[in-house]
């Protein structure tokens, strides 16, 4: 994250200065059905309409037909103990509407997980097998309980 606070001018050393705004956007799985071309974002709460239109075309190259916003007030809690309120930060949410050829969904990233569950069975049975060879090899080892028959 970037900052409105700019290094002190030193004199015989020039500095840099490079002006990067406060913002920031995350993406947000909806908690309702929505429309496929809207998109959500947690947004900075200083960014306005405008600046999340902006902020998509300009970046990212997404067409943006209109964007709405809320704020989202953050939990409260009441400690038990202490009895002291605590209270989460507010969150600005902005739906995004695309065109309507647009559409998002999602990346699935657990994709390969039933994939994986296998491989991770497969390892697991060939380390099984193994440990039942060596206790099987070790069985009738002298100085172990067992070796001798009476």
Known sequence: MSTRWYPVYQRGNPQLRVFLPNFW????????DQPANVVTFAVSTQMTKHDVKNYLEKIYKLPVVDVRTRIALGDTKRDQVHGYITKNDDVKLAYVTMPKN?????????????????QDEK??????????????????RPGTPGWYSI
């Open 25 to 32: 956007m995350k993406l947000v799985r909806p908690t309702e």
């Open 123 to 140: 390892s697991m049975d060939e380390s099984k097998q193994g440990f039942r060879k060596f206790l099987d090899r070790n069985k009738k």
């Open 102 to 118: 647009e559409a998002f969904t999602f990346p699935d990233i657990f994709a390969n997980k039933a994939e994986k569950q296998e």
